[in-house]
């Protein structure tokens, strides 16, 4: 995904539709509300992109539904007019998930914000999919209560959208991924159907399609609810950063860290460059040095006492050059703020800057960051590393020069290299950020066409005119009931109820 | 009936393509539904290699038919497990632990086996291999075929192999017991004081409850935790229930008195997670008046019961899993009449 820093031109990939008929905008609207369907040209701009800023559609209108009955109205009129439908949330995925179909009714959720209930003893919570991430560990921490998933964009972005792409964070790494703290989903069919996935009442016999659900990109259908486990807080977190000679020493900690049976709560990798920009952003004293690990571990206070002397002395052998420990929760948060900031601190140093998103097996750490290096000085560009080092979840920001197009070709052939290189190692092209419109082609160098069919299944089982975010995460269209081979056209397709985008 | 044991999971994908005609997956039979007679059982018994371990990343892949125990052992050489502890671990297979959703008393704190599974290959109906996840503990590429397979009884495909995420074993180790105790008075206190059980469950026969806590880890935690709970004797943990007829059930956690006097005629040994509202009710024979008593007042509380074979009335998405079924397995061959759909 491409990042631009303000002013920067650069060419869009840009693509438009025939304006939306007016009898078709007055039905939406109806169902909405005059001000909530948004088809003026200068407003549908805003929505022309999520955080994926390099490609822009425009939709054929904007939908800012307030509740489950309108997503089904709008969902029906959709489903009678034959238009696809693309979801979203806050806007700040970083695959292009969010980006419309020229044409598409966009299906804005921001207005869904209500929490609906709080239940401490059975440890769930029931919100709409328009409420920020953030906002969640917000409403129940006075309480002593948090919701763990944990996005470096969480203050902005939605819950539904993490539903969507099944966002991880920096504390994933103890606590697991959105899937594994959302226990039942309400969402719209394609037909206009309200369907209840899972619940607070675990393991009904069902298929898990909650667990299907989360993660499938907008593809399956329109989640109007969600019920979260919310976690109680743990009585102590113990912080550390260290510094290391070079990224290999660095990766050694973490593998001696995790070989030693300690499960941190979260072990971040910054190299030098991400370590500049991070100083630039927030004012964080950090030395330039080539490798830095930023680690929590939290749970009850004398365990962590023990975790956290015993992961220092790990980093100490493995060569650390300083250890800091924060005096107080301000400093904590100061040195977290550098760490969640990386990514947008990058535009300070750079003109441009892709973001990957790759994971490896975490001992492979050390040959990975050799090998990108190597990539960079082949390609003559520069690489900052910041990354989730404990699951293995890597981001190299390649920076470029938008301004010379033969640069900004070598950058992207250069972030594709990083995923095969990622793929080589036994890893996946994405471990939070989606496979969208971004990653689609290379969805067919992880899978083979057997895996991507049986996938599909799960499309046609939710989908079958595949109306939600077509075009997005698999690599080549194909409609249900197709058979491999030859193209013919699908019953569908000749009725113009579906296309190939 | 033909019965085969295949000795390789390309001998599954002939068997499949060829069309052995209606099939039912064997493992170690602890959790198989009864249902109607297949032509043909595949037998996991041979499919018993750990295909790949890494100790380094905590990242395991075994074909389906190895079984828990030897899986356990494999990995305690290492020091490290799966964080996943079904009833009868010598028979129950890892194939078969996905398919019926297997767990125990260490779902307190690790979930269940969708939380720890990061990847799986499996054959369809028409012997079709694919796979799906991968073999890194975080991956979002495609639709989470892992999580599908979790539960579904082998009536989406064949479970070939699966790729969990291991935990380190723990140095230290207490059991504490409560006995009379209320099971949600006893969440409640164990959060206040913000203790981390790895395990907990309440035992139940008649009206009163045991309740038992776990706490693992490193020995300095360990020994804090169990120096806030003074009050509570240090036990051994309890034995897994012996009985024919296993139910399985849940509610809300708030629920356990209701759920107590519910399942109280079934004369049924009770094991209730008081922190998952999860249970299993252990009994020589069933009496199927107090079986479907029991259900209908737990679906009254928003709860479910079911005995394997019996699901009780259909989930609200029945159309829409019906759905995924006809995908998958258009012809119905795989395990028919074993589960809801």
Redesign the interface.
């Known amino acids: 995904m491409k990042q631009e820093t303000p002013g920067a031109t650069q060419a869009e990939h840009k693509q438009q539709a025939p304006p939306l008929p007016a009898d078709l905008v007055r039905r939406f609207a109806a169902v909405v509300g005059e001000g909530y369907a948004i088809c003026k040209p200068e407003q549908l701009h805003t929505y022309e992109s999520d955080g994926l800023a390099s490609f822009r559609v425009t939709p054929g209108i904007v939908v800012l539904p307030e509740s489950t009955e309108e997503v089904v109205g709008c969902v029906k009129i959709a489903h009678e007019a034959g238009l696809p439908i693309v979801a979203r949330g806050s806007g700040t995925g970083l695959s292009g998930g969010a980006l419309p179909v020229p044409g598409c009714v966009l299906m804005g959720l921001s207005r869904m914000r209500k929490i609906l209930e709080v239940d401490y003893d059975n440890a769930f919570m029931r919100v709409q999919p328009g409420v920020i991430n953030l906002d969640v560990s917000r409403h129940i921490g006075p309480q002593g209560w948090y919701y763990a998933p944990d996005p470096s964009s969480q203050s902005v972005c939605s819950i539904g959208g993490n539903v969507a792409e099944n966002s991880g964070g920096a504390h994933c790494l103890k606590y697991g991924f959105t899937v594994n703290h959302v226990l039942g989903l309400r969402m719209v069919l394609q037909d206009g159907s309200v369907v209840d996935l899972g619940g607070a009442v675990l393991d009904r016999p069902e298929y898990d399609l909650t667990g299907v659900v989360v993660g499938s990109e907008g593809l399956l259908g329109i989640v109007t609810e969600v019920v979260l486990r919310i976690l109680r807080k743990p009585e102590a977190t113990r912080t550390f950063f260290a510094t290391f000679p070079s990224t290999t020493e660095a990766g050694n900690a973490v593998s001696a860290i995790i070989a030693s049976g300690i499960v941190p709560a979260a072990i971040e990798m910054m190299d030098t460059l991400a370590i500049v920009a991070a100083k630039a952003a927030t004012g964080v004293d950090w030395p330039e040095v080539a490798a830095a690990l930023l680690m929590d571990v939290d749970g009850v206070a004398d365990e962590c006492e023990h975790t956290s002397a015993n992961a220092i002395e790990l980093a100490r052998k493995a060569g650390a050059l300083e250890i800091r420990v924060p005096k107080d929760t301000a400093e904590r948060e100061l040195m977290w703020k550098g760490r969640k900031s990386a990514f947008a601190a990058v535009g300070r140093i750079a003109r441009n800057y892709l973001v990957q998103d790759g994971v490896i097996p975490r001992s492979e750490i050390a040959v990975v960051l050799q090998e990108i290096a190597a990539l960079g000085q082949r390609y003559g560009l520069q690489v900052a590393n910041v990354f989730h080092a404990g699951d293995g979840n890597l981001h190299p920001l390649v920076l470029f020069d938008g301004r010379d197009p033969e640069e900004e070709r070598k950058a992207e052939e250069m972030s594709g290299e990083i995923l095969r290189t990622c793929l080589r190692h036994g890893g996946s092209i994405t471990g939070e950020h989606g496979v969208g419109a971004d990653k689609a082609p290379y969805m067919a160098e992880m899978f083979t066409a057997q895996d991507l069919e049986t996938m599909q299944l799960v499309r046609c089982a939710f989908d079958p005119a595949q109306r939600f975010n077509p075009g997005k995460m698999f690599p080549s269209p194909r409609l249900c009931g197709d058979r491999p081979g030859l193209y013919r056209p699908h019953p569908s397709e000749l009725s113009g109820e579906a296309w190939r985008a | 009936m033909a019965r085969v044991t295949p000795g390789s999971i390309d001998e599954v994908e002939a068997l499949l393509a060829q069309g052995a005609g209606s099939v039912l997956f064997v493992g170690g039979g602890t959790a198989m539904p009864p249902g109607p007679p297949v032509e043909t059982e595949i037998s996991t018994a041979r499919l018993d290699r750990v295909v790949e371990y890494?100790?380094?990343?905590?990242?395991v892949t075994v074909e389906c038919g190895v079984t828990l125990a030897h899986l356990q052992g494999e990995l305690a050489k290492n020091?490290q497990r799966l964080a996943l502890d079904p009833p009868q671990p010598e028979k129950a297979t890892l194939g078969g632990i996905v398919a019926a959703?297997s767990f125990g008393p260490l779902r307190t704190r690790y979930?269940?086996v969708?939380?720890l599974i990061i990847g799986v290959s499996?054959v369809?109906a028409d012997g079709?291999?694919?796979?799906?996840g991968?073999?890194?503990?975080?991956?979002?590429?495609?639709?989470?075929?892992p999580?599908?397979m979790?539960?579904?009884y082998g009536t989406?495909a064949f479970i070939a192999t699966a790729t969990f995420r291991v935990?380190?074993?723990?140095?230290s180790t207490v059991t504490l017991r409560a006995r009379g105790g209320n099971p949600?008075e006893v969440?409640?206190r164990v959060?206040a004081l913000?203790?981390?059980p790895t395990a907990m469950i309440a035992l139940g026969e008649g009206t009163g409850w045991d309740v038992y806590l776990r706490f693992e880890?490193?020995a300095?935690?360990?020994?804090?935790?169990r120096g806030k709970l003074p009050e509570l004797e240090e036990v051994d943990w309890p034995g897994t229930a012996e009985g024919t007829v296993r139910i399985?059930f849940?509610?809300?956690?708030?629920h356990a008195a209701q759920v107590a006097r519910a399942l109280g005629p079934l004369r049924a040994r009770i094991e209730w997670l008081p922190?998952?509202?999860?249970g299993f009710a252990t009994c020589a024979a069933v009496d199927r008046g107090a079986l479907e008593a029991a259900r209908r007042e737990l679906t009254a509380l928003?709860?479910?019961l079911?005995v394997p074979g019996d699901?009780?009335p259909g989930?609200?998405?029945?159309?829409?899993?019906r759905?995924?079924?006809?995908?998958?397995d258009p012809r119905g061959v795989l395990a028919p009449g074993r589960?809801?759909?």
């Open positions: 890494t100790p380094a990343d905590q990242v020091g959703n979930g269940s969708r939380d499996v369809r079709t291999r694919a796979k799906g991968g073999k890194v503990v975080k991956t979002v590429a495609g639709f989470d075929l999580k599908l979790c539960g579904s989406l935990h380190p074993v723990p140095e949600v969440v409640r959060r913000q203790l981390e880890g490193f300095a935690g360990v020994r804090a935790q399985r849940g509610a809300l956690p708030t922190m998952a509202g999860l928003g709860g479910w079911t699901w009780g989930p609200a998405s029945i159309a829409l899993q759905s995924v079924k006809k995908q998958f589960f809801v759909v």
